[in-house]
């Protein structure tokens, strides 16, 4: 009844032979057609940026969408657009560096390369799904910078904001100075590497308690100016502590008294972090009172929280449900990464945070 299989196929060159099958008998369009009327199952493959080549990865993704859209075409109809992207490899092609020098170029001019570069290597995506079996509408697909494209997400965003789903607030995410754009995470890890890096224990002046003050830690000083508020564990066990030959208390955690504050340093009292919440705190720098109005400074953490800077020093802002003001959430730098002249001395205006 079958066929026995020859020990020594080229499986190579059967696959080939299957592809053509494939393609000179319409199969993938003729599976369509026998499923019409049938619930339809629309997939939306993206988005693969054509002015790449695709790598492995990208063959790995298509195997694994492949076995959904499979299953899917057996128990109903369906179909799959495919999708092109422009990207920004344009930048180095035309001898670009940033978003000072792209601007100088002119951005109208720059988006239409862009639009010319996304089709580069089409030709290359379109053979790597048909390489590996991957049924796409190559003939029709949807194109992120068609204008229809665009539309249909302003479209989205309106009926949003009809159901009133649609409200403005804050995100903090990885940012490049020197592009001026935000950064995705898998941009961020191409150029992850361990380094090492300063930190400091910073002295915040309790308010309502003589020569008393918060001890906090910090891994980014040059957030300092852009502190809104401390951070401490609810449930961790705090201790006001003095150092010997010091008249000054410090309020950090118990656990590290010793290695801060020296062996000899002594211990006057005991408290739970719960203890220190909404407990206020004199500003680091004089400009920083002025900015904040009627910005209220408490306790979260005894470790120094820095407004927009990362999102982990952002969210203890809105513990409770409480949102910070809006002067609390000012960040004490410009896009390209130099300090703003009004939080901090003259001298540091435009110096680079790193």
Same mark, same amino acid.
């Given at each position: 009844m079958y066929k026995k299989v020859n020990a020594s196929l080229d499986f190579t060159a059967r696959e080939t032979e299957t592809l053509e099958f494939w393609k000179t008998a319409n199969i993938s369009k003729k599976s369509r057609e026998l499923r019409s009327g049938q619930t339809p199952f629309t997939f939306y493959d993206g988005p693969p940026t054509a002015n790449g080549k695709p790598h492995i990865g990208h063959v790995l993704s298509r195997c694994y969408k492949d076995i959904i859209l499979r299953y899917k075409t057996i128990r109903t109809e369906f179909s799959i657009k495919a999708l092109t992207?422009?990207?920004?490899?344009?930048?180095?092609?035309?001898?670009?560096?940033?978003?000072?020098?792209?601007?100088?170029?002119?951005?109208?001019?720059?988006?239409?390369?862009?639009?010319?570069? !996304?089709?580069?290597?089409?030709?290359?995506?379109?053979?790597?799904?048909?390489? @590996?079996? %991957?049924? #796409?509408?190559?003939? $029709?697909?949807?194109?992120?910078?068609?204008?229809?494209?665009?539309?249909?997400?302003?479209?989205?965003?309106?009926?949003?904001?009809?159901?009133?789903?649609?409200?403005?607030?804050?995100?903090?995410?990885?940012?490049?100075?020197?592009?001026?754009?935000?950064?995705?995470?898998?941009? !961020?890890?191409?150029?992850?590497?361990?380094?090492?890096?300063?930190?400091?224990? @910073?002295? %915040?002046? #309790?308010?309502?308690? $003589?020569?008393?003050?918060?001890?906090?830690?910090?891994?980014?000083p040059w957030t300092l100016p852009s502190n809104t508020l401390l951070c401490v564990n609810a449930k961790e066990l705090y201790a006001k502590a003095q150092r010997e030959g010091d008249e000054r208390v410090f309020i950090l955690a118990k656990a590290l008294v010793s290695s801060v504050l020296g062996e000899n340093a002594k211990i006057l009292e005991e408290m739970k972090g719960e203890a220190l919440l909404d407990v206020e705190y004199e500003p680091l720098f004089p400009f920083q009172e002025a900015l904040a109005g009627k910005m209220v400074r408490r306790i979260r953490s005894l470790c120094n929280a820095r407004g927009r800077h990362g999102h982990r020093a952002y969210r203890p802002g809105l513990w409770r449900g409480r949102r910070p003001h809006r002067a609390e959430i000012r960040p004490a730098v410009f896009p390209d990464g130099g300090f703003q002249g009004q939080y901090g001395e003259r001298d540091a205006m435009g110096r680079r945070v790193r």
């Open positions: 992207d422009a990207g920004m490899e344009v930048e180095k092609l035309l001898g670009l560096d940033g978003k000072e020098q792209i601007e100088g170029y002119g951005v109208e001019p720059f988006i239409a390369k862009c639009k010319e570069s !996304v089709w580069k290597y089409v030709g290359d995506w379109e053979s790597m799904s048909d390489r @590996v079996g %991957f049924w #796409a509408d190559m003939e $029709d697909p949807y194109v992120t910078y068609h204008n229809d494209y665009i539309e249909s997400i302003w479209w989205s965003i309106k009926r949003i904001h009809e159901q009133g789903l649609l409200y403005k607030g804050h995100k903090t995410v990885p940012y490049c100075p020197r592009c001026g754009t935000a950064l995705s995470s898998h941009e !961020v890890a191409q150029g992850y590497k361990l380094v090492t890096d300063d930190t400091v224990s @910073v002295a %915040f002046k #309790a308010k309502g308690f $003589d020569n008393t003050y918060f001890l906090a830690w910090t891994t980014t």
